[in-house]
């Protein structure tokens, strides 16, 4: 409990809705000017901004003491003692981190709203010349971090959205990687010329660098994305088959439209829906999907659907599925009328198959 005696005092409301009583008459005006700057940072202080605010070091440590401030980290204090959100983490983090320091890899990429792997923790970039050690921050130190690289969001320095895309081909495996660059397209489609760009300047001799090449020729061949993270990640998976399927395929029948299949090899008439619970989690999705596939069954196609669990929890069984249903449509093709033309034996084997990692997302799109 926090006793506050009698007397004036100034009374500080953040945006959180916290109260701060503070109660020392010499020092009213120095607190007022550093309440007001920690509510501008997220209410995150440093030893700069005490000085700055005019707070003596014996100031802060009576409030420290009564739990009306907190330590972050070493020079860095946080305005209550409740729980740090994830913005004020990266804030105190950044701080900590010193001049130059950006949010970086998956911190940044949060940021922009792209598609990555669930991670608590704070990333961040340095420059080389420096060292940095956070605690409960990765620090990353680069030799090629200039203020290009670097923009702003919610009042805090990260990595724009190219140089964050790069430093992700680095970490990510090919199944986040097509989400997360999937994702940006999706915001934004103009990123792929200034993506070109920034991987001939950034590009020669970085790691994984030629899987985000790889993306962006493909792109540029169709101009289609997937509709969202769980699209890409079974879209990554399904073209080990050897066989790559077609993305958003339209069946007709005649002039008049049946559905659009998320994943399809139209010449074995197969097909893959890919169903998070946003999108086909309702009753009207319920009966609208089923009326689809019976639609889709009358013409001849056999749909298979997936949900999240299905494709990122369980990999294996979701591509050794992939891998018999190619299979058992192309010997009943053969069989109906002949293999039809270009269409190759399906060997599990020869497709690829192998043992994949469970993934994880913070959130379960589409």
């Known amino acids: 409990m926090i006793r506050i005696p009698p007397g004036p005092r100034l009374v500080t409301v953040l945006s959180n809705g916290a109260f701060f009583a503070f109660t020392e008459l010499m020092s009213t005006a120095d607190a007022k000017r550093l309440v007001e700057l920690a509510a501008k940072q997220l209410g995150v202080v440093n030893r700069a901004d005490l000085a700055s605010a005019g707070v003596s070091w014996k100031w802060l440590r009576g409030r420290l003491a009564t739990r009306e401030w907190s330590r972050v980290h070493r020079g860095v204090y946080r305005l209550g003692c409740h729980q740090p959100t994830r913005e004020e983490r990266e804030r105190a983090a950044l701080l900590a981190a010193g001049e130059g ?59 724009n959205l190219a140089r964050t895309l790069i430093d992700l081909a680095w970490v990510l495996d090919d199944g986040w990687l097509r989400a997360c660059f999937d994702s940006a397209i999706r915001q934004n489609r ?38 969202s993270a769980l699209e890409s990640l079974a879209l990554e998976l399904a073209n080990r088959l050897g066989h790559k399927p077609q993305l958003h395929y339209n069946v007709l029948d005649g002039a008049h439209h049946v559905a659009e299949v998320d994943l399809v090899w139209p010449k074995l008439r197969l097909g893959v829906e890919c169903d998070g619970w946003r999108h086909h989690g309702t009753r009207a999705a319920f009966v609208r999907d089923r009326a689809r596939d019976r639609a889709l069954f009358r013409l001849g196609w056999s749909v298979l659907r997936y949900s999240w669990d299905d494709v990122v929890h369980d990999p294996d069984a979701f591509l050794d599925e992939l891998v018999r249903s190619y299979e058992l449509r192309a010997k009943s093709i053969r069989a109906a009328r002949g293999p039809p033309h270009g269409l190759p034996d399906a060997d599990p084997v020869a497709m690829g198959q192998r043992r994949l990692k469970p993934l994880e997302l913070e959130a379960r799109p589409k």
């Open 190 to 227: 103009a990123i792929v010329s200034w993506l070109w760009r920034a991987l001939n300047s950034h590009g020669p001799g970085r790691r994984g660098i030629g899987r985000l090449r790889a993306l962006l020729q493909e792109y540029r061949r169709t101009e289609e994305v997937p509709d």
């Open 101 to 159: 320091a950006v949010l970086s890899h998956t911190s940044a990429a949060r940021r922009f709203g792209l598609n990555v792997p669930r991670d608590d923790s704070v990333q961040i970039t340095i420059a080389a010349s420096r060292k940095a050690k956070v605690r409960g921050a990765k620090v990353w130190r680069s030799r090629h971090l200039s203020s290009l690289d670097v923009t702003t969001r919610g009042g805090l320095r990260l990595t």
